[in-house]
């Protein structure tokens, strides 16, 4: 499974940004995908993550109502709208699928991840 994580840039505070994820090689459909991300100097921390056919969805408190992650499985794509954001949301993002069904938002559980995608928040 390959995932290509893209959308990220520089951008004010209070802009949005809507990062994508392209996954290929595997059964897109019916993995858990996450987003993580890892700011300079600090552990990886997830954000948010989406069942495979519910798309039932869960987020980190810190991005909650600001942030909505969503799916196409028919593009294999799964995104992460950031609206309202913060110099503290500066980090990579990094996308992440998990095959065994096991929603969960420690990084481990994840088996395949993309590249990571620069977002940067100026004040």
């Known amino acids: 499974v390959q995932l290509q994580a893209s959308g990220g840039g520089l951008v004010q505070a209070g802009d949005s940004l809507r990062l994508s994820c392209a996954a290929s090689?595997?059964?897109?459909?019916?993995?858990?995908m996450g987003w993580f991300r890892q700011a300079p100097g600090k552990e990886r921390e997830f954000v948010a993550t989406?069942?495979?056919?519910?798309?039932?969805?869960y987020y980190a408190d810190s991005v909650k109502g600001r942030f909505t992650i969503s799916r196409d499985n028919a593009k294999n794509t799964v995104f992460l709208q950031m609206n309202s954001l913060k110099p503290e949301d500066t980090a990579v993002y990094y996308c992440?699928?998990?095959?065994?069904?096991?929603?969960?938002?420690?990084?481990?559980?994840?088996?395949?991840w993309g590249q990571g995608t620069l977002v940067t928040v100026s004040s």
């Open positions: 992440a699928a998990e095959t065994s069904h096991i929603l969960s938002r420690t990084s481990t559980a994840y088996d395949y």
């Open positions: 989406i069942t495979w056919i519910s798309h039932r969805t």
């Open positions: 090689g595997g059964t897109f459909s019916s993995y858990v």
